[in-house]
């Protein structure tokens, strides 16, 4: 069996909500060295009283079946929110009164029967087992004490969130490079933290920059400060930094299972973020991961400025996700086809507007259209990142480190790739004061007449010269992973329209480059398959 170190039982009470303890189960309670009581409104309300509590138990009363909608009104939210365990006892007759207000607040519930638990079939699938916990149990009449007992066991709370007097939670609105995110960190998340960090005196947050992904969800860099003396027997009260995301529960629990069962097994463990499992927790909205930070490194845009991208680059495709790779099989369902879904049905028309200015002619139908071109086949298809922007590798010396796995997911292999050129494309010139038709013009050979396998040098002067070296050493990869013609070329062009699509406040230097990514994909596409010109049917777009 694996290693399971032992833990002090601090939360020892199980407690019957406005009613009296059965006889039958305050014995087999107390046999499982249960403290047994009844509790009121105002102990569910007293943070003290929560933190020594293991479960409430509410009993819906046939002669009053309505009364119990008051109690879950009042303290379920908060109950699962302190991570404890709620046992709910219906009458059988009356159990689509339990249903209608788990429903109406959105509760995490297992142990409904099939006829009630498809009501929640809307937010809570009723064919995929039971929800992750805490959630609310249901038993029924007649109840077996040992049975909720074995579960309540089973399944222990974690630890209690840290009182606002013992942890103070600080938070900064602003990265290290100086820029304002406005991410307050709710009270609905601040339990969440004090849970993650409940043996800590103080936890000290700054924000991270979310990427192109633009996915909402907070991210944090924490630096925490242990209790002095801690039971673990801590050698410091400095541990390494901690990398904290927040957000809501069913994306914070999707993101955690990728972690452990896509994550951990297949990447090299120095070259991947990984879970502290006892800071992960989840409330009834939403839910935390907490894992280990990659310090003394940079992003991966960072460094392909400075020139140094070539070998992180390598690490990345050849070892770093690698393990994922080597799962790939041929498909014969064509790339347009597989990819179609994630084409941008519209743009905002003022990028458009700007791409025009540009050189572009085309709009988003015709695009489309010359995608669906992309029919050649058998496909490379594998797990993938699916999210591989510039910020999602972090450098450190010649090492990639892969983090985020939130859209890992089933792709073309090609797709990786193309997201990462995409991503250097807009982002990597971030800090370039260019005028954007020069720019454009530094970027020609990549994306003009220059077939993949034979992109020429340029001269080191060339201020793009930076991005032609990683182009060069990505497609070098995208070749390798091609099992048709012009895959690549389709993937690239759907990456750099999807960059195109994003961000339609952006400021004027990254709305231009985001509109030149519009022009650039007009480019690949039409080269590749627009074979109305004659002089250009055999002609691969990059």
Known sequence: MPINRPRLRSRMRVAWFESIPPNAAEHVFRGCEFLVSTCSDADLEDPAYLAG????????????????????????????????????????????????????????????????????????????????????????EPVSWNLVANFLLAWPPGNAPAPDSSLKVKVDERDDAGEIHNLKLLSKYELLIRRAFWDCVEVHLVPMPLGDGRSGVPVYRAYAELQPGHARGQIGRWPQPYFVKIGIRKKIFAEYENYE????????????????????????????????????????????RKGCASAAIACLFDRTLLGWYRHASETQTPLSEGLLFSFPQRIDPSRIARA????????????????????????????????????????????????????????????????????????????????????????????????????PHINPKNRSFWFHTCVRQIRHYARQWERGELQYAGALALALLIKASKDRKAPEREASRRAAAYTLAERVLSLAFDKQPTDTQNVVAI
Do not use: M
């Open 53 to 140: 509590l293991w479960a409430v138990v509410f009993t819906q009363r046939p002669d009053k079946p309505l009364q119990i909608v008051t109690g879950l009104k009042k303290h379920a939210i908060r109950l699962l929110d302190y991570d404890c365990r709620i046992i709910l006892l219906p009458s059988f007759d009356h159990i689509s009164i339990i249903t209608n207000i788990v429903d109406e607040l959105k509760l995490p519930t297992a142990g409904l029967p099939p006829q009630e638990a498809t009501k929640l079939e809307q937010w809570q699938p009723a064919n995929s087992g039971d929800p992750p916990l805490p959630y609310a149990r249901l038993f029924y």
């Open 261 to 304: 069962d896509n994550v951990d097994p297949y990447l090299p463990f120095h070259l991947g973020e990984h879970l502290v499992h006892q800071r992960c927790c989840l409330g009834v909205h939403d839910g935390v991961i907490v894992g280990d930070y990659v310090e003394e490194s940079e992003s991966l845009r960072d460094s392909a």
């Open 356 to 455: 025009r200015q540009l050189g572009a002619t085309k709009d988003i139908r015709q695009l489309r259209e010359l995608f669906r071109h992309c029919t050649s086949v058998p496909v490379l298809v594998g797990p993938i990142h699916g999210d591989l922007h510039s910020a999602n590798v972090r450098v450190r010396a010649t090492d990639a480190i892969a983090i985020d796995f939130g859209a890992h997911r089933s792709f073309p292999l090609v797709y990786d790739a193309a997201c990462l050129e995409a991503s250097l494309l807009i982002e990597g010139f971030a800090e370039d004061k260019r005028n954007i038709q020069e720019w454009l013009d530094s970027l020609g050979p990549l994306y003009d007449l220059s077939p993949l396998e034979r992109l």
